[in-house]
């Protein structure tokens, strides 16, 4: 294995606490969200130092900055970065070339909350072959799911607001993956666990 990338600091060959990581299958470009730096970087096949994409104007809620981006998902169809931007507890677009993002669900201002179209420190997203988008809440210790198009989120994971240990509940949840079937898988954090949710289309 080769590090190719390292040390804490802001320098465009440096992270702070590197969290999500995104790749274009294409063109083999490596995103990463800089969480401590508020921003994501990008970095080509065999580079050694990035390129800000998206945020790196210090932390904050206005549309050209991030708050401690986490998850990431690259959208090949729109050129784009789907961002779960933690620390404004929403979920965002940024259209690679673009100085600002565009909001996708959550507080435009960066409040947290608990309804259906609050989210409270989102840290991973993903999407279906139909466009439906997939958000880990997880200080509301739940999955959420929003259908292609819909700012109104159904929980398909967890409970809103409960933590446990049994089969239907989770405790911090931080990332997930879908398999083929639609199959949620949920990396239960302080449950020290991985989680399988059946597809909620059965």
């Known amino acids: 294995m080769n590090m190719f990338i390292g040390f804490s600091g802001s320098a465009n060959n440096q992270l702070n606490r590197p969290y999500g990581i995104a790749r274009d299958p294409k063109s083999g470009t ?12 990008s970095y080509v096949s065999g580079a050694s130092s990035g390129t800000v994409v998206a945020g790196g104007n210090g932390p904050g ?7 401690n981006p986490a998850g990431l998902y690259f959208d090949s169809s729109t050129n784009s970065l789907v961002i779960a931007n933690y620390g404004a ?11 600002s993002w565009t909001l996708i669900v959550g507080s435009i201002n960066g409040s947290a909350g608990s309804t259906s179209t609050l989210l409270n420190y989102p840290t991973d997203v993903t999407f279906d072959f139909m466009d439906n988008m997939y958000v880990v809440d997880m200080f509301n210790h739940r999955v ?12 398909i994971a967890g409970v809103t607001g409960e933590i446990g240990s049994n089969s239907t509940l989770l405790n911090f949840p931080v990332s997930i993956v ?15 666990r991985l989680q399988k949710f059946t597809s909620y289309l059965i």
């Open 30 to 41: 490596i995103y990463i969200a800089d969480y401590g730096n508020h921003r994501v970087v």
């Open 144 to 155: 959420q799911v929003f259908f292609s198009g819909q700012t109104n989120g159904t929980t």
């Open 178 to 192: 879908l398999d083929t079937q639609l199959n949620l898988y949920v990396a239960d954090m302080n449950n020290h």
């Open 89 to 99: 507890h929403n979920i965002v677009r940024w259209v690679l070339g673009a100085n």
């Open 61 to 67: 809620t206005n549309n050209t900055q991030l708050r």
